[in-house]
């Protein structure tokens, strides 16, 4: 079993920047997709960034270019830096992880909130 506590949500002003951390804890082998994902009020959960086992990454169109997702495997924690926040970045962001072969974790949720 693992367990993932997100943290770093918040209220920020449009332009600004927050980093959201996922500290993974528990049985953490075999996991070979990490990632986040947002759920906006009345929307769908949507793909935010992911990092697979070879270390690519791939990231919403809507956030490219200013979202970084990265890991620190000493720490087994995984990082969403996110600059240039919008209104519409407005949502709780979940972490998630996928471990061989197809066993899904998610973690609790963080608000973030843009807004002047």
């Known amino acids: 079993q693992v367990q993932l506590v997100e943290s770093g949500g918040g209220l920020v002003q449009p332009g600004g920047s927050l980093r959201l951390s996922c500290a993974a804890s528990g049985n953490i082998f075999n996991t070979y997709r990490w990632a986040w994902y947002r759920q906006a009020p009345g929307k769908q959960r949507e793909l935010v960034a992911a990092?697979?086992?070879?270390?690519?990454?791939n990231y919403a169109d809507s956030v490219k270019g200013r979202f970084t997702i990265s890991r620190d495997n000493a720490r087994n924690t995984l990082f969403l830096q996110m600059n240039s926040l919008k209104p519409e970045d407005t949502a709780v962001y979940y972490c998630y992880q996928k471990a061989w072969p197809a066993t899904e974790y998610w973690g609790q949720g963080t608000q973030v909130t843009v807004s002047s």
């Open positions: 990092i697979i086992s070879t270390s690519s990454t």
